[in-house]
């Protein structure tokens, strides 16, 4: 799998991790975030993410902040983006089961680095249940088409 990573000047040190556990389970890593700790802003690393996720250059994205709010913002911001803020395993795994996430935010001040790396895997290998869940992406993929600003 494709997957691109993003982060904030507060996500660096867990960028690394989540980085180095990408590559040793075999995904291409595109790696789009900050690389030191000076101030940066997040919309800077959460949009070229979520682009590379909604063009098809990714398949899922990871992105990292202090909160994981602001990153989630900024990502659904991008058409065909279903960004989430996990904080747990079972957010995770939900996400997408239920809603087909494909990009994860997390929190680099609020989580250990473990508990992210648990979230992380449980993402990448949990599959969209589909059925009565494909009816309510359907719903959101149809507004946003017709919402589209004009090209």
Known sequence: MKVAVGNDHRGVNVKLRVVGLLTEL???VHDLGATGPTGVDYPDYAIPVAEEVSTGKAD???LICATGHGMCIAANKVCGVRAVN????IDAELSRRHNDSNVVCVAADLLG???IERMVRAWLVTDFEGGRHT???EKVTAYEKAHEPPA
């Open 26 to 28: 075999g995904h291409e």
């Open 113 to 115: 680095e473990d508990q």
């Open 86 to 89: 996990c904080r747990d395993v």
């Open 135 to 137: 009816r309510r992406r």
């Open 60 to 62: 899922r994205g990871v």
